[in-house]
């Protein structure tokens, strides 16, 4: 039994045993006041009565008229005149009006008043005896009228004082119910604040449990925060604070040949030109100091965009990845735009780009040598020149925004199709299936480095989350398979998408509790508040809520608490050749070890070979994916023609 229902069972069993005890009490000393008065009148109007007819003459006809006549006032139930002898002289009775009382009533107060008696003198000598009994009929009546006030009383009385003890126990009933709420979060690993209430004992328990909620998170933010550092010493250039030359070189690799990223977007080097020759005339500390704010402006190009990454490869090289970027003249008047007004305020120090497409088949080291020479190209051309290598671009589908907005339009009125890869245990039992999606364009299926500029463009990031979290929802109820979509950036900023999935979701209960939504790691960092309206909106359906990419940011993982998230997908960058490198493992382990803290499943990306495999399960990881993760038991055939 609930505290709240105790509270009002005492609440209940007062308000009766008070109600309850007035009333009892109430009617008892009524009784015994009316028995008291009525035994007194009896006494009285017996001792009045015989007086009167001591003093008048004995004739029988003048008694009996006498008595009669006091009977008939209907004040006695019974007179009776007996002689000295005992045998009665005169009797009259009369019946009791309590028929139309309850019979209960009537035999709970019966009334026990003993008649009034006296003595009636003839002269110096006794004539008889007089017994008078009062007719009390009328007392059941009024005693009935009080009982039935009492009562309505006591029931008008019993309202209020429910009412306020509603109010009362209402104003336990809130800290009472978020001080329940806070250790139901705490026993989730949700270590989650609450403001103290004003009643002492429950203040006392939620200030106990803000501190411990308190010093869990400062662990966490400090475990988080040394990971974060070391991660910073492993994958960031110490100077410019961006990625170093092997992550990049990693992030760059996961990208060409992932299945389930298909390489698109642009690639660009920049060098920062004759750079030993401004280090002589502008000294190291005022290079060193353009050099942090080409990284810084790098960053900025890169920090709302899901999966763009910049980094500084050698001492003058630095590189841009902008994997949703498809207009390559566009992407060079951004550089130049960004990064020609820091180097003409460093005296105009030479800054010439190559920019070179991705695609799916490319190779990284055939990519760089392309920009390689690109870039000896554009030194030779001038300081502030640029080349642009689209020897492999592909013929697009559509020519103008217009035809390529109806044919998305109409790819996504008809329908998604949902390619197929397994998450697994360590154990090789299924977590659920990543799920990317493909449009039908032109007659064949597409997958998104076709498509996915396009999309952006456009703005159709809802549209196209909510037809993938559809089908995934009608695959999942036909075959009842768990699968995972991802969530973009800008569907998650869309105001009208939360209730368009809490619509659907509840449309599809029963799937809904095998649907695991990905969000973006950057969602984390630039859309914060976002996160959690989706979170706490979607979490009554039961869905699975988690962060792919995970890598930067470690240091907040412990603000992520408060939000349910019930997994993350490690990058494929912190996994790559993980087996090699001791400093990745410690990431990871660590990553795994905070994961384990709060409840999260920790699942690892990008799994290519068995040696990655077998050193994620001994660092612990939940789950694994990746070109080396294959269970035949769960394979669903994926037959889309990209």
């Known amino acids: 039994m609930s505290l709240i229902k105790q509270l009002w069972l005492i609440v209940g069993l007062v308000l009766l045993l008070a109600f309850g005890g007035s009333l009892i009490i109430g009617l008892t000393a009524t009784r015994h006041y009316i028995e008291q008065e009525v035994r007194i009148k009896n006494a009285d109007n017996a001792n009045a009565l015989a007086l009167s007819m001591s003093q008048l003459d004995k004739d029988p006809v003048i008694i009996e008229l006498l008595l009669a006549a006091q009977f008939d006032t209907g004040h006695y139930r019974r007179i009776t005149l007996e002689s000295a002898s005992g045998e009665p002289i005169v009797h009259r009775e009369a ?232 207009d390559a003249d566009a992407m060079a008047k951004r550089l130049a735009a960004t990064l020609y007004p820091l180097a003409d305020a460093a005296d105009g120090i030479p800054l010439p780009m190559a920019i070179a497409r991705l695609t799916p088949d490319t190779r990284r080291a055939e990519l760089l040598s392309r920009l390689d020479a690109g870039i000896a190209e554009a030194e030779a051309l001038g300081p502030r020149a640029h080349t642009i290598d689209t020897c492999e671009a592909p013929a697009p589908l559509f020519t103008n925004h217009e035809q390529w907005r109806q044919a998305l339009t109409a790819a996504l009125d008809g329908g998604v199709y949902l390619a197929h890869y397994p998450v697994l245990t360590p154990e090789g039992e299924l977590l659920h299936h990543e799920c990317p999606s493909r449009l039908r364009l032109l007659g064949h299926w597409r997958g998104p480095n076709l498509f996915m500029p396009w999309i952006r463009r456009l703005g159709l990031h809802a549209r196209l989350d909510l037809a993938v979290v559809t089908q995934a929802l009608r695959e999942i109820g036909r075959d009842g398979q768990p699968r995972g979509i991802h969530l973009s950036l800008e569907g998650i900023s869309d105001s009208h998408l939360v209730g368009q999935l809490q619509r659907l979701l509840t449309t599809h209960a029963e799937a809904s509790r095998a649907l695991w939504l990905e969000l973006p790691q950057v969602a984390v960092e630039h859309r914060l508040e976002r996160v959690r309206d989706l979170c706490q909106a979607l979490r009554p359906y039961g869905c699975h809520i988690g962060l792919e990419h995970a890598g930067a940011g470690l240091a907040r993982l412990a603000d992520l608490q408060d939000l349910g998230l019930g997994y993350i997908k490690l990058d494929a960058s912190l996994v790559g050749a993980i087996d090699h490198s001791q400093e990745r493992q410690t990431i990871v382990r660590g990553m795994v070890t905070l994961c384990r803290s709060l409840g999260i499943l920790a699942i690892a990306e990008g799994v290519s070979t068995h040696e990655e495999r077998d050193t994620l399960i001994e660092i612990g990881v939940h789950g694994l994916t990746g070109p080396d993760i294959r269970d035949p038991r769960h394979e669903l055939e994926d037959d889309s023609d990209d």
Not at 251 to 272: D, M
């Open 95 to 326: 019946d009791e009006h309590i028929d139309e009382l309850p019979r209960w009533f009537v035999e709970l107060v019966r009334f026990e008043v003993p008649p009034g008696r006296a003595v009636v003198q003839d002269g110096w000598r006794q004539y008889g005896t007089l017994t008078l009994a009062s007719q009390h009929s009328y007392a059941y009546h009024t005693l009935w009228r009080s009982s039935q006030h009492l009562v309505g009383w006591f029931l008008l009385a019993g309202l209020l004082s429910a009412l306020f003890a509603w109010w009362i126990v209402r104003g336990i009933q809130r800290p009472l119910q978020a001080t329940v709420a806070q250790a139901q979060e705490i026993g989730e690993r949700r270590f989650t604040t609450r403001q103290e209430p004003r009643t002492r004992e429950l203040r006392e328990v939620t200030a106990a449990m803000n501190r411990l909620s308190f010093q869990v998170r400062e662990m966490l933010t400090e475990e988080g925060e040394k990971l974060d550092r070391l991660r910073h010493r492993l994958q960031l250039d110490p100077l410019t604070q961006v990625t170093n030359r092997e992550h990049f070189m990693q992030h760059l690799q996961v990208s060409l040949e992932s299945e389930r990223r298909r390489a698109h977007g642009h690639l660009a080097l920049i060098r920062v030109g004759e750079l030993a020759t401004f280090n002589e005339r502008l000294g190291h500390a005022r290079v060193d100091g353009l050099l942090k704010e080409l990284g810084q402006a790098l960053k900025q190009l890169t920090d709302s965009e899901e999966g763009a990454l910049g980094g500084r490869l050698n001492g003058s090289d630095f590189a841009l990845l902008l994997p949703w970027e498809d």
